[in-house]
């Protein structure tokens, strides 16, 4: 049987890359008629890792439930839930910790690039050679550094405890998320190893779409703290403005080569998802057009594709007493599931 878990930060508005990677895959999976148990998650508890306003917080977090039922997330099928409401995800990931080398997580690219991109706020551009784990880097830049937490150098031990509290077996999420799932089978292994066989192995449900990347900047990816992103309630002016004013590559023809053409390529990879034509069909349709027309259509189109997401979003916003009771149901169901896992896990480690 298939269990799923999946879970996305409240740290900002959704972007198209988020839908595209993630959610978009969580609700095709939703209907599948294996599914045994799935799981939405607002990773509120991992969205503290990096600063964050305390003032606005419990608004995010409400805004992104408000954005996964808009989505078309249906909570009568799968479970919506807050991570800081279910304890149990925290308690399991104390003891992933402590079973797992510190060195695997200073490792991790998502951890590295997250201090380069500090220490470069603060101290402008790295040289080339730039690596965290020489310590010659990690002195005279980590001691000031607050933003870097130990939170968010434990963080892939939350996230391999939120899968495995539910003992999913898949986990949809974009390609960023890979040495997160590598790491939780790393734990998985250890566990089974020193405590006797609890845990299966973990896949990654992977899409087209899973590394949408920026607009400015197509080696980066699309995220959400640069604000280049298109968010899913941008309004049309917004979309249109940031379509138009997306880099190109140089020359004019409108083709698929992700190594020769990445802005490009990332654009028209919007498109063929959005339109649901093939390369082909886009690639004739463009031929002798410029950049200006195929922009335009491709702001028309994603324009399109968001206007129901919107208008559903603004009636959940309304209505936001019945998203927190609809989150509490979910959240009753999860904590019986975690409870169990919990209980089995603390007679194997000798803490019952
Ligand atoms: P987060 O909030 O950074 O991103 C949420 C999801 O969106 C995907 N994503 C993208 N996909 C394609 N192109 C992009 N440009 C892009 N940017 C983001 C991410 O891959 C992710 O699937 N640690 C996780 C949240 C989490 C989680 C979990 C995920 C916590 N516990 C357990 C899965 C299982 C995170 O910060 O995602």
Not at 45 to 61: L, W
Not at 87 to 93: F, K, M, V
Not at 162 to 184: C, E, F, S
Not at 326 to 347: D, F, M, P, V, W
Request: aromatic residues 10%; contains cysteine.
């Amino acid at each position: 049987m298939t269990r799923i878990l999946s879970g996305i930060r409240p740290s900002g508005k959704l972007h198209l890359g988020n839908y595209l990677g993630a959610i978009k895959n969580w609700i095709e999976l939703q209907d599948r008629q294996d599914i045994d148990l799935a799981v939405f998650m607002i990773a509120d508890y991992h969205g503290i890792t990096t600063p964050f306003d305390p003032k606005k917080y419990s608004e995010q977090i409400l805004e992104t439930a408000c954005e996964f039922l808009a989505a078309g997330l249906d909570y009568k099928k799968v479970l919506l839930i807050r991570q800081s409401q279910i304890p149990q995800h925290t308690e399991l990931a104390w003891i992933f910790s402590s079973i797992t080398p510190e060195t695997f997580f200073r490792r991790l690219p998502t951890f590295t690039e997250k201090i380069k991109e500090v220490i470069e706020k603060k101290v402008g551009v790295l040289p080339e050679d730039f690596d965290i784990n020489k310590t010659k880097y990690l002195q005279g830049y980590f001691q000031d550094i607050p933003d870097i937490s130990l939170g968010l150098l434990a963080y892939p031990a939350l996230m391999a405890a939120d899968i495995l509290i539910y003992k999913a077996n898949l986990v949809p999420v974009g390609q960023d998320q890979l040495p997160h799932i590598y790491l939780t089978n790393e734990i998985v292994k250890r566990f089974n190893s020193k405590f006797g066989e609890t845990f299966g192995v973990v896949k990654e449900y992977i899409a087209e779409g899973a590394k949408i990347m920026s607009l400015q900047n197509p080696k980066q990816k699309m995220s959400k703290s640069a604000d280049e992103g298109i968010a899913l309630n941008d309004s049309p002016s917004e979309i249109k403005e940031k379509i138009k004013k997306a880099v190109t590559d140089s020359g004019k023809e409108i083709i698929y080569e992700p190594q020769k053409k990445p802005a490009i390529s990332n654009l028209i990879t919007l498109y063929k998802i959005f339109s649901r034509k093939s390369l082909e069909e886009i690639k004739n349709q463009y031929e002798g057009k410029t950049y200006i027309q195929f922009k335009d259509d491709l702001a028309e189109i994603i324009i399109e594709f968001l206007k129901p997401f919107q208008k559903r979003y603004s009636e959940f916003k309304s209505d936001s007493e019945e998203v927190k009771k609809i989150l509490e149901i979910s959240e009753g169901i999860a904590r019986n599931e975690a409870k169990k896992t919990l209980h089995e896990i603390k007679q194997k480690i000798g803490l019952l």
